[in-house]
């Protein structure tokens, strides 16, 4: 996620390169009416994005209230959730490669406002289950962590999103170095792979929604892959002397 920096137009240099040292009032005038002209196209791409993200929640709630989540509601909630929590964390790791593979760059502009709605619906998906499936028995949630291993991987998996959702500011970027925050913000992989494994340990029977995220997942990982091994192999060769 890139620093949201907006880079100064060259209209905006010429103006302030015009104007006098004597005049910084009439410079800063021009630098603001020159301005408009960096902003970024669609900026409805964001709140577009974040609407429809809210969706199945709204779309969860009534059905909650009109009495539409089945024999079991409980369950019924918390597979949405889930399902979501998923849905959101294998489209924020799209964005990356549909920039280095298709040359597609609207999608980067996206991926923290999908990464913060994935660790929402997770933070819903866990506490449906603390507050509306256990009762915050935490006697109970004890015995369920330590016996049931797909909780306990469910649970590891909300414990590596929280400090990328703690750390998904640009102060935070600037605070850890983007380097430093950008392997921190790896761990997303691993969030993503355990949330697979959390879904597939939780069905009983059918596993092709997990299989399918598992395909997904894999492969955006995958990707990535190829794209480190492809700039770590082009600063090899830069970083080799040349010959005489």
Request: charged share 20%; hydrophobic share 50%; glycine share 6%.
């Amino acid at each position: 996620m890139a620093l949201l920096e907006r880079d100064v137009p060259a209209s905006a240099e010429r103006a302030s390169g015009a104007s006098s040292p004597a005049n910084p009032a009439r410079s800063s005038a021009r630098l603001r009416s020159a301005a408009p002209t960096s902003r970024k196209p669609f900026p409805w791409l964001k709140p577009v994005c974040l609407a429809l993200g809210l969706v199945p929640l709204a779309k969860l709630a009534w059905d909650g209230a009109a009495g539409q989540l089945g024999p079991n509601p409980i369950a019924e909630g918390m597979n949405r959730l889930g399902f979501w929590t998923l849905t959101f964390l294998a489209l924020s790791l799209a964005p990356t490669p549909a920039h280095d593979f298709l040359g597609i760059t609207w999608p980067v502009r996206l991926r923290r406002t999908i990464g913060l709605l994935a660790f929402s619906y997770a933070a819903l998906h866990l506490t449906w289950y603390l507050a509306v499936d256990q009762f915050f028995a935490f006697s109970e949630i004890g015995k369920d962590l330590a016996k049931r291993k797909f909780i306990t991987i469910g649970f590891g998996a909300f414990l590596l999103l929280v400090p990328l959702a703690v750390t998904s500011t640009d102060r935070w970027v600037r605070q850890l170095g983007y380097a430093r925050w950008k392997r921190l913000h790896r761990l997303v992989y691993a969030a993503a792979l355990l949330g697979v494994v959390h879904f597939l340990w939780r069905v009983k029977a059918d596993h092709r929604k997990p299989a399918v995220f598992a395909v997904v997942i894999v492969t955006l990982l995958a990707l990535r892959v190829v794209t480190w091994a492809q700039r770590r192999r082009t600063r090899a060769v830069r970083s080799r002397p040349a010959a005489a």
